[in-house]
């Protein structure tokens, strides 16, 4: 058909601008909705379309009305309208596939490459994640929901299995934490101290190095595998490992623990698990053994981590070399002493256990001597006592009035 049997155009006498355009002189009117226009392009434009494509439509239907075809041309016809259709779905998954490349896959996709038990690739993970995917694991830590996730750990000092001596492997087969150390390798306490006996407030900066220990576990889930992040979270908690503490008693060492918790941005969202660590640390004096294995394995994170920390540069603030270093040498010295006491109790001990007012003096009784069960007996009633204390005040805030907004976080403590 000509192209006049497909659009009737006739001339506009009326002259003016094409409404499609504006710019070219309307030559022609639309003779369905009126348009004026001045080309057959401006005819056919997106804003013409509807009645465009009607007019289109409805002559091709009267096209076909009066054609007739062979069952072989209408075969042909539905074959080519397949071969089409096959095509266009084929386009669509292409397109669909370049939109997956080009935009943000699944998490898993995403960190496919990593070795999630290697701490170096772990800490890459979060760069892999979206923004919307950091909000929400902020939000989960937060609101505590992430807890959810995660399967409960049963400390081990809380049945029979005792603590993990195999080393975590990474895809490289190099141990993030090596073999806890054998007692064997730990030095007859003589050869540090020579002829001095061991302090007497010993025993009570034991327990602010057990706390630590089991406040770290109970953040972790049960997981130190990373040396370093271990080891820092151990300075961040204890008094004894960061800074030098000697404790008098044993509330001493649990309030100097709860002071740093409290005063740290990061751990104070975190401060309820202090209360259940404390109740770990009394399941842990209540066996020797405990004691052993739980200095044992913080003695071995910050071996791991005076090695880990050789080929990582430009570390500040309490995590670096010769802090790493000291509490290494700290956990060293505290295995040997335990050992030491463990097998030789102490010499005039019973004063010592219970406060500063009753120290020993050169004129007390050199012959006096406590054994391990009665020291350990002593501090974990002290600590009974002092999870009594932790128990009324945590009441307290409970009923508390809520703390003005923008008030300082001392006046609350």
């Not at 439509?57 to 069952?71: N, R, V, Y």
């Not at 007692?183 to 006996?197: F, Y």
């Amino acid at each position: 058909r000509s192209q006049a049997s497909v659009a009737v155009f006739y001339m506009d006498s009326a002259g003016g601008l094409c409404e499609v355009c504006r710019v070219s002189a309307a030559r022609y009117t639309c003779p369905a909705c009126g348009l004026r226009y001045c080309s057959l392009g401006c005819y056919k434009s997106e804003r013409h379309a509807n009645c465009s494509e009607a007019f289109y439509k409805k002559e091709l239907e009267t096209e076909l009305k009066g054609m007739t075809a062979s069952a072989e041309e209408r075969q042909r016809m539905r074959e080519m309208l397949k071969r089409v259709d096959e095509q266009q779905r084929e386009e669509n998954i292409e397109d669909l596939l370049d939109e997956d490349e080009d935009g943000p896959t699944s998490l898993a996709d995403r960190v496919a490459d990593l070795d999630l038990d290697n701490p170096e690739h772990v800490a890459r993970v979060w760069e892999r994640l979206t923004a919307e995917e950091r909000r929400d694991f902020n939000e989960s830590i937060t609101s505590g929901a992430i807890t959810e996730a995660l399967t409960p750990w049963t400390p081990w000092w809380a049945g029979e299995d005792s603590l993990l001596t195999h080393a975590r492997v990474s895809a490289t087969s190099k141990p993030l934490i090596t073999d806890t150390h054998a007692a064997s390798d730990v030095p007859m306490l003589s050869s540090l101290l020579g002829e001095r006996p061991p302090a007497w407030d010993l025993v009570h900066n034991l327990v602010d190095v057990v706390l630590a220990y089991c406040f770290a576990c109970r953040l972790c889930n049960g997981d130190l595998a990373d040396a370093l992040n271990a080891a820092d979270l151990l300075l961040q908690v204890s008094a004894v490992l960061a800074c030098n503490a000697v404790h008098e008693s044993v509330e001493a060492a649990v309030r100097a623990t709860q002071a740093r918790i409290f005063t740290s941005a990061t751990l104070l969202q975190l401060s309820a698990h202090l209360p259940v660590a404390v109740a770990d640390v009394d399941a842990v004096l209540a066996k020797t053994a405990h004691v052993s294995r739980a200095l044992e394995h913080a003695h071995t994170i910050a071996r791991a981590a005076v090695q880990a920390i050789k080929t990582r540069k430009g570390l500040q603030g309490p995590l670096d070399r010769k802090s790493i270093a000291n509490m290494e040498r700290k956990l060293l010295f505290l295995r040997s002493w335990w050992a030491w006491i463990t097998e030789h109790g102490y010499s005039r001990s019973l004063a010592l256990l219970t406060g500063p007012t009753t120290r020993p003096t050169e004129a007390a009784p050199s012959t006096l001597q406590v054994s391990i069960d009665d020291i350990i007996s002593a501090l974990r009633e002290e600590l009974s006592a002092v999870r009594a204390l932790l128990d009324e005040e945590a009441k307290t805030r409970a009923t508390a009035r809520p703390r003005p907004a923008g008030a300082p976080l001392i006046q609350e403590l």
